[in-house]
């Protein structure tokens, strides 16, 4: 089983600090923050799981469990970093 949990509606850095902020009044314990994504200490439990989507769905994010729906948000947030978090010139047809 996976220490990385996703979520959903991430895109920009005020983004990383909310759920940084909502992990931080829960106590879990986590080992970084990215777009998309948090990487975990250890495995959560179902109740820990529970609680983080409860406050997430407030702050209008939300949790993803299943692996299309994970592979479909990590290609938006690649999208979104390259698009407006990049300073590198995109030479990238982003329609193809």
């Known amino acids: ?3 990385t949990i996703y979520i959903k509606n991430m ?3 005020r983004c990383i600090s ?3 902020q909502i992990l931080a009044e829960l106590n879990v314990a986590y080992k970084a923050v990215k777009l998309g994504e948090v990487d975990m200490v250890s495995i959560l439990n179902e109740s820990d799981k529970e609680k ?3 406050k997430l769905q ?3 994010f939300s949790l993803i469990d299943d692996r299309k729906s994970q592979f479909i948000e990590q290609i ?3 999208v979104v970093d390259k698009i407006h978090h990049s300073s590198e010139e995109l030479h ?3 329609a193809d």
Request: contains cysteine.
């Open 1 to 3: 089983m996976t220490r």
């Open 11 to 13: 895109v920009c850095p």
């Open 18 to 20: 909310a759920v940084t």
């Open 52 to 54: 983080i989507s409860n």
């Open 58 to 60: 407030d702050a209008g």
């Open 76 to 78: 938006k947030t690649l």
């Open 92 to 94: 990238i047809k982003w």
